[in-house]
């Protein structure tokens, strides 16, 4: 099914052909630009009562409700009720936002002495000279659609449209191998074109004839794929489109059934796109032979609910393998795995087994002989009887009435010819003698085990009476552990060792260290800080801090946080010991941790979570020097923020580039006059001399050249210029070029419509 928009109006005032500078659409008076053929039209489309701006195939021949929306300005960009769409006198396109007054996209090209625009019979949006040159078009910025004609340059991406208000995971690019590649994140490749050439790929073209093309720098053709209907003269229409779904297919307009016809699509089988189904369960066919996601080891039925593995490392009663026949697992979040090789699947279990970090394991039963180790809860994968695998679950050995179409594993080899089946018609008298000696074993382990739990409230003086005085106003949100305001004094040793601004150093049972963040003084109320601590506390990453608990007690606001010995990274900038250890690896790694973290808090969480108070100050070190970032999106609910995300994404990226400032140049209180001092020096061929005069060698050139040039980019000004913390990363990683960024001086100018939201704090 393609995903279809309907414009505002139909019936409503429209330009056609020519548009002069000046011409303006906007959402009230529902007016549009039409293409001198009638087939293309752009104009505000209503999602969700947010508006896009975007072009529509709107022929006659095909009803409005199949009319789909081809390319939309700055892809995901939603606008308020009051919006504009314009074509400025000084030749520039934007699209303003009246919901936050900001110009939030512009073609730039400002001064480029644009005379007019036209929207063509192909469907490409252009701003022309006089003497017709083309100056800008859209076909140049496509979304996640490509007409016939248009081009798919080496140096652009298709981006499937998004379900939810982030970026979408999935996108179509050429590598640099010249292939054509459909991408998960940054990290997994699913589909690749696969030609086989010695020839690099310049730009992927969509003809006319429904034959989606390769070809080289010479203009030849050097892969190929073609649509069912290939060649038919009687079909007009036709899209390549990237799906919601991950998938890439061709679509024809059928005039016989009135409807689009799928004619080719890059992944014949659903399932075998990277995380389908997302946190949702894993991908299988049902009885009809249509792709479904399923969750074989939770409970939750609940549409939508995420699917996670059981198994946590806090289990108190052990832990113990399920088995999963016919069936692949993969992370998703990190997409890493530990792979080993030339193991049988009972090995493969075993190192799942005695490895505390493992939540699950799968073997690829296909003569390869891996064993995929993952030591995260969030997967996704796929299963059926096509499917050679067989994957090993991690579970907790807590009580639980029923794990459904789970198989649990012997201690001993299990035979390879048996199926596990369930038969719910027989009875087993040995289970039932089993059950009988069980529920007396079990009585008599509840009985130690209460007695124990009494042992263990009074010498921690966690007793219930404390919950009662708070839980009925801020119930337990995410698991996290609840205290009262007496467990708190208990754990911090009633407040002795302050180790900042309203933080204390504190241990929980079993000598765990914590931070204790006193947060009281904001007067939050009850609903509003259990509503914020719903949404932080599902949110795990690797380089995050790690919400343990809370209190909400009163007038009391407390969050507990996970310890790292090292403190800040400001505090270690200034301390000359822990400085002379950060080498230059140490400190790339720790700006590409950064990175990952907030690139994850504004795409890989379930709603954006913007962080709003980037800093040194809440980028914190462990024992190796290893970063995690903290004091993540509390703005929302401990401040005035109301964006609903604690932060723009363009205020985290600006942060950003101030911390990267601060970890090359060891400066943590670094502003924006060391930046343009910074810049100067880069432009002099003296980027060595930003470097921290602590760090003795090591320094690689090619490495400050490529941090130095997405730091720049950060510190932009305009926020339209700032890159995505998805590009960060890659740049970062090395898997992506950055060019040469603009003086950020320069871009400190207001533009029209624009004001400076950035202060120099």
């Not at 191998?177 to 589909?191: I, P, R, S």
């Not at 919950?467 to 208990?490: E, H, I, M, R, W």
């Not at 470097?691 to 060698?697: F, Q, R």
């Amino acid at each position: 099914m393609l995903e279809i928009c309907l414009l505002v109006a139909v019936l409503s005032p429209v330009v056609f052909a020519q548009i002069p500078l000046g011409s303006r659409l906007s959402v009230e008076a529902n007016n549009h630009w039409i293409s001198a053929n009638g087939d293309f039209t752009i104009g505000f489309f209503n999602s969700l009562n947010k508006y896009g701006l975007g072009i529509r195939i709107s022929s006659g021949l095909i009803p409005l409700q199949k009319q789909p929306v081809v390319w939309i300005a700055g892809g995901d960009l939603r606008v308020g009720n009051k919006s504009y769409f314009e074509l400025t006198n000084d030749g520039d396109l934007v699209l303003f936002d009246s919901t936050r007054g900001v110009i939030v996209w512009a073609s730039e090209t400002t001064n480029s002495f644009v005379d007019s625009a036209v929207l063509q019979d192909d469907g490409n949006l252009v701003l022309l000279k006089k003497n017709k040159n083309i100056v800008w078009q859209s076909f140049d910025t496509p979304y996640d659609t490509l007409l016939p004609g248009q081009n798919l340059s080496a140096n652009r991406v298709l981006r499937a449209a998004s379900l939810k208000s982030v970026s979408s995971f999935y996108s179509l690019r050429i590598d640099v191998a010249g292939d054509l590649e459909l991408k998960w994140e940054n990290d997994v490749v699913y589909w690749r074109s696969a030609s086989l050439h010695s020839r690099s790929a310049l730009r992927a073209v969509l003809a006319s004839d429904g034959a989606l093309q390769l070809f080289d720098h010479m203009s030849s053709p050097i892969w190929s794929a073609f649509g069912q209907d290939h060649g038919e003269p009687d079909v007009k229409f036709r899209i390549l489109r990237l799906d919601v779904d991950g998938n890439l297919r061709l679509h024809s307009w059928s005039k016989s059934s009135s409807s689009w016809k799928l004619v080719w699509q890059a992944v014949e089988n659903q399932c075998d796109v990277f995380a389908t189904c997302g946190l949702t369960g894993i991908c299988a066919f049902n009885e009809s032979g249509f792709p479904v996601c399923k969750c074989p080891f939770t409970l939750s039925s609940l549409p939508g609910s995420k699917c996670l593995l059981p198994y946590q490392q806090s289990c108190e009663s052990g832990s113990s393998m399920v088995k999963l026949d016919h069936t692949s697992l993969h992370a998703i979040f990190p997409p890493n795995e530990t792979i080993i090789s030339r193991v049988s699947s009972t090995q493969c279990r075993i190192l799942c087994e005695q490895d505390p970090l493992c939540t699950a394991a799968t073997f690829t039963n296909d003569g390869t002989a891996f064993c995929k180790i993952k030591k995260t809860q969030y997967v996704s994968g796929q299963s059926g009887l096509s499917v050679t695998s067989i994957s090993f679950v991690k579970r907790c050995n807590d009580p639980l009435a029923v794990i459904p179409n789970l198989t649990k594993v012997k201690p001993e080899s299990p035979s390879q010819n048996s199926t596990p089946t369930v038969d719910h018609l027989s009875v087993c008298v040995s289970c039932v003698i089993g059950v009988s000696g069980g529920t007396i074993i079990l009585f008599i382990m509840i009985h130690l085990a209460l007695t124990g739990f009494w042992i263990y409230r009074k010498r921690y003086s966690f007793t219930a009476r404390d919950f009662s005085t708070y839980s009925k106003d801020c119930p337990n949100p995410s698991g996290l552990l609840a205290l009262s305001y007496s467990q708190v004094k208990d754990v911090t040793d009633n407040f002795k060792h302050q180790v900042g601004p309203n933080t204390f150093k504190g241990f929980l049972p079993e000598k765990q260290p914590v931070l204790v963040k006193d947060y009281s003084i904001t007067n939050v109320a009850p609903r509003k800080f259990r509503s914020g601590l719903l949404k932080l506390g599902s949110v795990h990453h690797r380089n995050l801090v790690r919400l343990e608990g809370y209190c909400c007690e009163s007038s009391y606001r407390f969050l507990v946080c996970e310890y790292l010995k090292n403190g800040s990274l400001d505090k270690c900038l200034e301390d000359p010991v822990i400085r002379k250890r950060l080498t230059w690896r140490k400190r790339l790694n720790v700006c590409l941790a950064v990175a990952r973290a907030v690139s994850y808090l504004h795409m890989g969480c379930r709603e954006f979570v913007g962080h709003g108070s980037l800093s040194c100050e809440n980028v914190v070190l462990d024992d190796s020097l290893e970063a995690k970032v903290d004091e993540f999106g509390l703005s929302n609910f401990l401040g005035d923020s109301s964006d609903g995300g604690g932060g723009g994404s363009a205020r985290d990226i600006l942060d950003f580039g101030y911390v990267v400032l601060a970890v090359v140049s060891g400066d943590p209180k670094v502003n924006r006059g060391g930046c343009d001092r910074a810049y100067e020096k880069w432009t002099g061929g003296n980027a060595g001399e930003i470097v921290d005069k602590t760090i003795d060698s090591g320094v690689n050139g090619d490495e400050l050249e490529r941090v130095l040039r997405i730091m720049f980019w950060c510190l932009q000004s305009d926020e339209r210029m700032r890159p995505t913390m998805g590009e960060i990363v890659n740049v970062l990683e090395g898997a992506m070029t950055v060019d040469p960024p603009p003086p950020p001086s320069v871009c400190r100018k207001k533009v029209s419509g624009i004001s400076e939201s950035d202060s120099d704090d």
